[in-house]
């Protein structure tokens, strides 16, 4: 069965490190694009990063120098390295993936990824 699972969420306070972890089981071919979003209570889901089959890599400004979008070695697993977290980093965080074609353009929007994970918890405390 195909799927998505993320891993590797919890809380920590300002300024600490998480590290994310995202596997896609049951998938024939390798995905094109490998994306982390996250969701805030009341707030629109937003894209956090995003990373292609070349390695190349595009990010949100606000996250842009603290957190590191990486592929496993491991066939459609990925990583998300967070680093000085902060409060309005709080949030659930969901893995996405398509093996569609990886838009530059566009990476941010929700349409762009066919398969998506349940999401691991993010708590970033003052």
């Known amino acids: 069965q195909e799927h998505l699972v993320e891993s590797g969420g919890g809380s920590v306070q300002d300024g600490g490190s998480l590290r994310l972890f995202c596997a896609a089981s049951?998938?024939?071919?390798?995905?094109?694009?490998l994306a982390w979003f996250r969701q805030a209570p009341g707030k629109e889901r937003e894209a956090v990063a995003r990373?292609?089959?070349?390695?190349?890599?595009i990010y949100k400004d606000s996250v842009k120098g603290r957190f590191t979008i990486s592929k496993g070695n491991v066939k459609n697993t990925l990583y998300l390295q967070m680093n000085t977290l902060k409060p309005e980093d709080t949030a659930m965080y969901y893995c996405?993936?398509?093996?569609?074609?990886?838009?530059?353009?566009?990476?941010?929007?929700?349409?762009?990824?066919?398969?998506w994970g349940q999401g691991t918890q993010v708590t970033v405390s003052s």
């Open positions: 990373i292609d089959s070349r390695g190349r890599t």
């Open positions: 049951g998938y024939t071919n390798s995905m094109s694009c």
């Open positions: 996405a993936a398509t093996v569609s074609h990886c838009y530059s353009g566009n990476w941010f929007r929700t349409w762009n990824y066919d398969y």
